[in-house]
């Protein structure tokens, strides 16, 4: 709902203050989704040389981050599910031991099968970490700014590990060798599992009903195919077999979830629950927020090292400079969306990092193009940063207690898609591309005109209007 702003804006100003107990159990919480965040991409410059140390052909390394991938995104809105039934701090617990033990296993690897064992369990962990811990966090910070200060430091922590894993795998590897990657994800878990137990409230519904074991086979089984369709298509494009297989058994498995939940007394996700504005289009929003900014930056990796003959190290820095400015946006997008709403945010965040990718069009092959692409992916980055953090509000405010494993579930599933199948759909046309310049361009492009579409269905599917703030709760349909 659109009101005058005059009465609104001093109270959507406010700064809240966190207690000594809030910010430890913050710490506890961001440094969990930190850590998971890190290990989505701390590996990647390390794989070539974990190749050859452990005996995998080029082929087999793709497993080393499907391993991952599969599990962590598949099991997502079950474990969200099973952790607001049965206790989200237990469950939480359990993740982070799992990851812990996991990332020692993956550290000590003596074989590909071993190897492949710890960061499949690494993932499994993930999936249990990532929506108890955005639910924890939810429910322990009442809706309104204290939330939003909580969402805009995990939101910022969460992009930014995934740039300080691009920068620290390269040094790392060059240092200790790649092992150091996973001893690092070691390290975060004996810090973060001690200091758990002691700060986090338990948090579960008030009653227990069913679970949804047909949805959660059906949702399960669609992600898991789905994700490793399209993370294969990534290597091997989508002409092979399998990938076409799994393709079309994981939409058939979506559509059955689907008919499933639709008939289902107690659901595992609630079909009003998806009709409701807020978390249609605010996932709409996130998805193509993390899709889109996964392929930008997959796509200039490619372009400075390979066009512009940059070292690995010194690409390292162009990120590390957006990883600086996105934990700058962090902190001043919660002022942000106190002062225009979270919906009127993600809108104008979408618009501004298509605006930004779009003007990496002009890239070119002088080495002056490397202050073009590290301002405007740093800018861009902190838009795409904005938009995560009003997306996660947007979807999650309104939400009761007993259905925010279900609506976190979804943010962190939107997550976890966005990040797979951008690199795919958009990134495979560079590196298939005769000329890698233009193909780069073509990428940035399309890139550019998704998320400009976005903003624009998102905008209208949100009603959002100009020179309104909202101060309507966000459930509201």
């Not at 159990?25 to 390390?46: E, K, R, T």
Request: hydrophobic letters at 50%; one cysteine or more; charged letters at 10%.
């Amino acid at each position: 709902m659109a009101i005058d702003t005059t009465d609104t804006l001093p109270d959507a100003l406010d700064t809240p203050r966190l207690s000594t107990r809030d910010k430890l159990v913050l710490f506890v919480l961001c440094a969990a989704q930190f850590m998971v965040a890190l290990d989505f991409s701390v590996l990647n410059v390390a794989l070539p040389v974990l190749g050859t140390d452990l005996g995998m052909s080029r082929s087999a390394l793709q497993w080393a981050v499907t391993a991952f991938a599969l599990p962590s995104g598949g099991f997502l809105l079950l474990f969200g599910r099973v952790g607001d039934l049965f206790g989200r701090r237990r469950l939480f617990l359990a993740g982070l031991a799992l990851f812990g033990a996991a990332s020692v296993l993956a550290t000590l690897a003596w074989d590909p099968a071993s190897f492949l064992a710890g960061r499949a369990l690494q993932g499994l962990g993930a999936a249990a970490i990532v929506p108890t811990g955005m639910s924890l966090l939810t429910t322990t910070f009442p809706e309104g700014p204290a939330r939003d200060r909580a969402l805009g430091i995990s939101g910022t922590l969460l992009s930014l590990g995934f740039t300080v894993g691009m920068v620290a795998g390269g040094t790392l590897t060059d240092t200790f060798g790649w092992r150091s990657t996973m001893g690092l994800l070691s390290l975060f878990a004996l810090i973060v599992l001690p200091l758990a137990p002691g700060l986090l409230p338990e948090s579960r519904t008030p009653d227990r009903p069913r679970l949804d074991v047909p949805g959660a086979v059906t949702v399960t089984g669609a992600l898991l195919a789905l994700i490793y369709a399209l993370s294969t298509a990534a290597d091997h494009g989508f002409g092979r077999a399998d990938v076409v297989i799994t393709l079309i058994a994981g939409l058939l498995l979506l559509a059955a979830f689907v008919k499933v939940e639709s008939r289902t007394a107690q659901p595992l996700v609630s079909l009003p629950m998806l009709r409701r504005r807020t978390v249609a289009w605010g996932n709409l929003g996130g998805l193509v927020t993390f899709s889109m900014m996964s392929t930008v930056v997959f796509v200039l990796t490619l372009y400075l090292q390979e066009v512009l003959h940059l070292s690995a190290f010194e690409t390292g820095l162009v990120f590390g400079v957006q990883g600086v400015l996105s934990a700058v946006a962090g902190v001043y997008a919660p002022r942000v969306i106190g002062r225009y709403g979270p919906r009127r945010t993600l809108v104008g965040s979408l618009v501004g990092q298509g605006a930004l990718i779009a003007a990496l069009l002009g890239l070119g092959t002088g080495h002056w193009s490397v202050w073009l692409a590290t301002a405007a992916v740093s800018l861009a980055s902190m838009c795409h940063l904005g938009a995560i953090i009003s997306y996660g509000i947007t979807v999650t405010s309104g939400v009761p207690d007993e259905e925010q494993g279900l609506a976190t579930g979804l943010v962190t599933s939107t997550q976890q898609v966005g990040i797979t199948v951008g690199i795919p759909l958009l990134g495979v046309l560079a590196t298939t591309s005769p000329d890698l310049l233009t193909g780069v361009h073509t990428v940035l492009a399309l890139d550019a005109v998704l998320v400009l579409a976005a903003a624009v269905l998102v905008a209208v599917g949100l009603r959002v209007r100009s020179g309104a703030v909202e101060t309507q709760p966000l459930g509201a349909r």
